[in-house]
């Protein structure tokens, strides 16, 4: 596919990356030659400097009504503007537009009505950092079926109750909920289990719930842990902003930044938050609030660098856990869960709600799982994939590289299984290995 990206810094940058190794054929434009250095060589992407507005740079782009457009610059006057030349002039085939909450959110879709796709990054991280916060031991949780599914992974620890034990034991334990486990990741593994398939201490299990049965199941795979209380936020950008916004009434929160005007910029717009002027890393500093009796410490400042460096010193000085946002994909490996407690990924994140517009089919949802290791789709059942129609779970041929561990029949959420129908207009969850494995399941079913 075409895809032709506005914007080549930390998001649209990491975007074309992204992108261009599942063979699509990328164009990152920028008018910062500093942001478009990166990627220039990386096989599959072309740089072009220039304006993203321009038509001129547009059509050198080659833009046309089979390219994807994806408007994912820090200006939303750009994108906008890139959006309405794209379709009016180019009638570009598919447009993703970024903004990031300001007073053009209210009238984006007057001026762009054929926008398929509006993306706040800012907005998502802070759903998804605010949904983690109100459910203590999960490491992700992702959205599907609009919310009525939802995909929840947590440790297996010695004092789960399900821990050692095979997973169609969990029928015993929960006899009036059913919920299903449709991956595990066992060190560098990733195991699509059966029922006969036992849990070990240290496994990174997914499992499918509604959104008020998540505790029921975590508690099988480790101790509950105690509500969270306290939260430290260092950060305060659009993103740490936006978050305590989300949170503060329900959390006693402290907002963080050594930039004074950060600060003074912060405490115009948030009412009720403790904001601080110091820098998030400095040990007396933390000692002296009380970082002791900190539940979580956040940190979602733009430097990778100071995120990381400041929630190690919060474990170290006793923060009972951390959420960092981390941007490059080579400090994933840097650090891991025995340091930093859960990564987020703008880019993953980001990635996960365009690549809707890519893969193959009817979609609703993707989300990349495990740092992109995995994907976990929504596939709508219709003239794209009438085949599947009539269909048993049994009958799909699926194997160690592909579960269907659930589906949305209305407003019905069903957990799959071998003798279960498919029927029209279902929405199947599928979690796959990679997008090979999707490609061929909805071409023999296509």
Not at 33 to 57: F, V, Y
Not at 280 to 287: H, I, R, T
Request: hydrophobic share 40%; glycine share 8%.
């Amino acid at each position: 596919m075409k895809i032709i990206i506005l914007g080549g810094g930390s998001i649209g940058g990491s975007v074309a990356k992204e992108l261009s190794s599942e063979e699509n054929d990328v164009v990152v434009i920028d008018n910062n030659d500093e942001n478009l250095e990166p990627i220039k060589g990386i096989e599959g992407i072309q740089a072009i400097h220039g304006n993203g507005s321009s038509p001129k740079t547009l059509a050198k782009a080659g833009l046309d009504e089979d390219s994807l457009l994806l408007c994912l610059t820090d200006s939303e006057e750009i994108n906008l503007l890139a959006s309405l030349i794209g379709k009016q002039k180019f009638n570009a085939g598919r447009i993703v537009c970024r903004l990031k909450g300001s007073e053009y959110t209210k009238i984006a879709k007057e001026i762009t009505p054929f926008v398929d796709f509006f993306i706040n990054p800012e907005d998502l991280i802070t759903d998804e950092i605010r949904s983690l916060l109100h459910h203590p031991g999960a490491l992700e949780i992702l959205d599907f079926a609009e919310g009525k599914i939802k995909l929840v992974s947590v440790y297996a620890k010695p004092s789960g109750i399900l821990v050692g034990r095979q997973i169609k034991e969990l029928k015993d334990d929960l006899p009036e909920y059913e919920t299903r486990i449709p991956a595990i990741y066992r060190g560098d593994e990733l195991i699509i289990p059966t029922g006969s398939t036992t849990i070990n201490e240290g496994d990174e299990v997914y499992f499918i719930a509604d959104e008020k049965h998540i505790e029921d199941v975590t508690k099988e795979l480790q101790q509950l842990e105690s509500q969270y209380k306290n939260i430290f936020v260092a950060g305060a950008g659009n993103i740490g902003k936006s978050l305590v916004k989300k949170i503060n009434d329900d959390f006693n929160t402290k907002l963080i930044d050594k930039s004074k005007d950060k600060c003074e910029l912060a405490s115009e717009e948030l009412d009720d938050v403790l904001i601080l002027n110091s820098d998030a890393a400095d040990k007396e500093f933390l000692s002296s609030e009380g970082i002791s009796e900190c539940d979580v410490f956040v940190a979602v400042t733009q430097d990778d660098e100071s995120n990381v460096l400041c929630s190690l010193m919060s474990k170290k000085l006793g923060s009972k856990k951390s959420i960092t946002i981390i941007n490059k994909e080579a400090y994933f490996d840097l650090v891991g869960k025995n340091e930093l407690d859960i990564i987020i990924s703008p880019v993953q994140i980001t990635v996960s709600h365009v690549l809707k517009f890519i893969r193959k089919g009817s979609v609703s949802n993707v989300h990349k799982v495990k740092k992109g290791m995995a994907e976990a789709i929504e596939i709508g059942v219709d003239a794209s994939s009438e085949k599947l129609k009539d269909k048993l779970i049994s009958e799909l041929g699926l194997d160690e590289n592909i579960n269907i561990p659930a589906i949305k029949r209305g407003e019905e959420v069903i957990m799959a299984h071998g003798n279960t129908q498919i029927l029209e207009d279902d929405h199947l969850i599928v979690f796959y290995k990679n997008k090979d494995v999707i490609d061929s399941f909805y071409e023999k079913f296509r």
